[in-house]
């Protein structure tokens, strides 16, 4: 099949980069690349090499290696994304980093953490758990209007939920969120929570890699994004922006060896004989990144498919996009509504919160292919990701697979 666009720096994208730099089984498609990411076999061989290197002298390495690596790593992840390296520092992925940020303060009597309809349900279970352990702390659970004109309508619906809950402590922001791939206004939100005295922590699970980032110039009191997903990591390395004002209260889940060292980054850097090679990989999946024409070059390649990809899809699901403006529509990933038919309905009764993970495996299970299904505004959508090595031929093996399975028998 036809690959829609080559990068500037020639790097053939689809098919070829697939056989040439992944280690995917061909006998599965994957358009899910949002959950999990992929790991390209330079990155692997990086992360096998230093494996080896650790086990011919271990205590050499965690005595006198790994503490320096881990920093000169989050140094080179600091440059890419554009912040400052005193303020950054890794961590396994975002869920450790915002457990780290959220089991480090300290709660009164009174106080609030606001959330979405839309927040992770890893994030959700969090702020539950926090809640249960403080009788006194409230979670406020806004919704988010949809469908969406514009994004006043997502900032206006945060300023009236923020009015009449004064007590708001925490706000927990998806950039992107998971489970319909929509970009929040995130700075306008991050001002209105700063202007009624409330921290802001950004959920940015999605965005190191595909969308550009400047936390210096976003000011939240923290950010938090993983590395598997867009930037090609080892699964096991994420990012965890602490804003100076935080920096001697926000501390590392597990309390290890330096948890009282003057520096970030060495707080966060030794926690015993975790593993740390995914951290140390990190300049290498950078390098391959670049590689591939950078940032400008992979959002051409992987919106101009997407783009495709869901036009196809919609027509011959005789379904729509999720409405959202094209503004607030993430890069790499969209939700293409499914097929109305009886079938599809018997799914949605059967489907208990954001996703259906019955169908999901009914599609791998029958068709081989990776996708995720999810429940938003009371209908199943199929929430697909394209990435570097993805052609026109993944999802017309989608759309087949959908056709098939969600048919109405005659």
């Not at 081989?368 to 209908?379: A, D, L, S, Y």
Request: negative net charge; glycine residues 4%.
């Amino acid at each position: 099949m036809e690959n829609l666009s080559t990068s500037p720096a020639m790097v053939e994208f689809g098919r070829t980069l697939l056989r040439r730099e992944f280690c995917f089984d061909e006998s599965s498609t994957q358009v899910n690349h949002g959950y999990y990411g992929a790991v390209p076999r330079k990155v692997l061989d990086c992360q096998l090499s230093m494996m080896e290197e650790r086990e011919r002298n271990p205590e050499h390495w965690y005595r006198y290696l790994d503490n320096d690596r881990y920093i000169n790593a989050a140094a080179k992840v600091a440059e890419f994304i554009g912040c400052c390296k005193e303020n950054l520092v890794l961590v396994e992925n975002t869920t450790s980093g915002i457990n780290a940020v959220v089991k480090s303060m300290s709660w009164n009597k009174g106080d609030g953490i606001l959330c979405t309809d839309h927040t992770y349900e890893s994030m959700s279970n969090l702020v539950q758990y926090i809640a249960k352990e403080n009788e006194d702390i409230e979670v406020i659970r806004m919704d988010i209007p949809m469908p969406i004109q514009d994004e006043d309508e997502v900032v206006q619906a945060y300023a009236k939920v923020i009015e009449k809950s004064p007590q708001i402590k925490l706000a927990i922001i998806d950039h992107i969120t998971s489970v319909s791939a929509m970009i929040l206004p995130v700075h306008r939100l991050v001002d209105l929570c700063h202007k009624n005295g409330i921290l802001a922590l950004i959920d940015g699970a999605h965005c190191p890699g595909q969308l550009h980032l400047d936390l210096e110039k976003l000011r939240a009191d923290y950010y938090v994004g993983n590395l598997h997903k867009w930037v090609f990591c080892p699964r096991g390395c994420a990012l965890l922006w602490i804003h100076p004002n935080h920096h001697n209260t926000t501390h590392p889940i597990i309390t290890s060896a330096k948890i009282f060292h003057a520096n970030l980054q060495h707080r966060y850097s030794y926690q015993g004989t975790r593993d740390s090679i995914p951290y140390l990989t990190a300049t290498k999946a950078i390098e391959f990144y670049q590689s591939l024409g950078g940032m400008d070059a992979i959002v051409e390649h992987n919106s101009k498919l997407k783009d495709w990809a869901s036009s196809m899809l919609s027509e011959a699901w005789n379904s729509t996009c999720l409405p959202i403006p094209n503004s607030m529509r993430a890069p790499f990933m969209i939700l293409v509504g499914l097929p109305d038919t009886k079938t599809t309905r018997e799914y949605e009764i059967k489907t208990k919160g954001h996703y259906s993970d019955e169908l999901k495996k009914d599609i791998y299970d029958k068709h081989r292919v990776h996708t995720v299904i999810c429940h938003v505004m009371g209908k199943l959508w199929c929430r697909m990701s394209v990435n570097v090595y993805n052609c026109q031929e993944d999802y017309y093996k989608l759309r087949d697979a959908i056709l098939s399975i969600l048919k109405d028998e005659a």
